[in-house]
């Protein structure tokens, strides 16, 4: 990683992930490792192309409103979410996008920046198994300019997640 980065400031979202991963027991390495690039990643290319990895190794954070019910699916980014599929998966009728207002309700985060961890409340959530490709992959860390390196195996342990084909 090429680009220059700082360390995250106590920003009460990041310093809230940060919290959230010590406690579900993630890897020192992964909570030290969370940084604030230079610019918002909103998108897994823009996350990839800052991080100067493979699109594929972004874990994009996507919150649905599954009958009414928060879902978030970490998926590949270079994935799109079949959400008939992740419908079947959960057992409800019908997967949706959220709207922003129930994203940042569900989590106490926005769109763009949202984490695997550091919602008020837990959230279901399905881990995407072609994560499991890369030795290393990017989470969103609580802003849209911050991120954090894991691996799939942690990001299953430290959500409580369900692995599973979500594309």
Known sequence: MSRSVEHPADHPRVAAVKEALRRAGADPASIAGLVLLPDAVTTAAAAAAALEVEVGQIANSLVFDADGAPLL?????????DTDRVAA????ARVG????????????????GVAPVGHPAPVRTLVDVALRDFDRVWAAGGVARSVFPTTFDELVAVTGGTPAEVA
């Open 73 to 81: 699916v970490l998926t590949s980014g270079a994935h799109r979410v």
């Open 89 to 92: 998966l959960v057992g409800v």
């Open 97 to 112: 996008r959220a709207s922003k207002e129930f994203v940042r309700e569900t989590t106490g985060q926005v769109i763009g």
